[in-house]
């Protein structure tokens, strides 16, 4: 599946769920921000295509630098029990986002479906775990405390 069916596909399918976005044709990268329904209410987006996947990010508007170990730790432990997609931190300023990728190969098979989970995956795992991340950033929780109580919800 080439680069500008991957494009139509994801294009057609913000525009069905009134995603607000902006599109950089030179550089294939669809962005914009998404709400959320959880205490983080609006994070950034970036699906950027190459010739054989998707790759979307979320960014979330906090920053762990002044916390970059709890952080760090409480994003290994979030991350050893999800199954599509990651958290990621950035040790030199403190980002965080969470990133999916999937195949053109899947998108070409069954691009609804694909879509779907590219972009709502990723916003329920950020909900899910929003909470520990602000307790974290915030100091009034341990990173393994908080990962148990987000996935006990």
Known sequence: MGIERNSKLIRDYLDEKEWKYRYIPQKELYFGNVGLKGCIC????????????VTIYYKLPVSAKTCIRPMAEFITRANYGLHLGCFELDFRDGEIRY??????????????????????????TIDTYASGIIGVLSGYEEPEAAVKRCEEK
Do not use: Q, W, Y
């Open 42 to 53: 609006t994070v950034e987006f970036l699906i950027c295509m190459s010739d054989t996947h």
């Open 99 to 124: 990133k999916m990728s999937i195949s053109n190969t899947a998108l070409e098979a069954n691009p609804d479906k694909e879509m779907r989970l590219l972009l709502s995956i990723p916003c329920g």
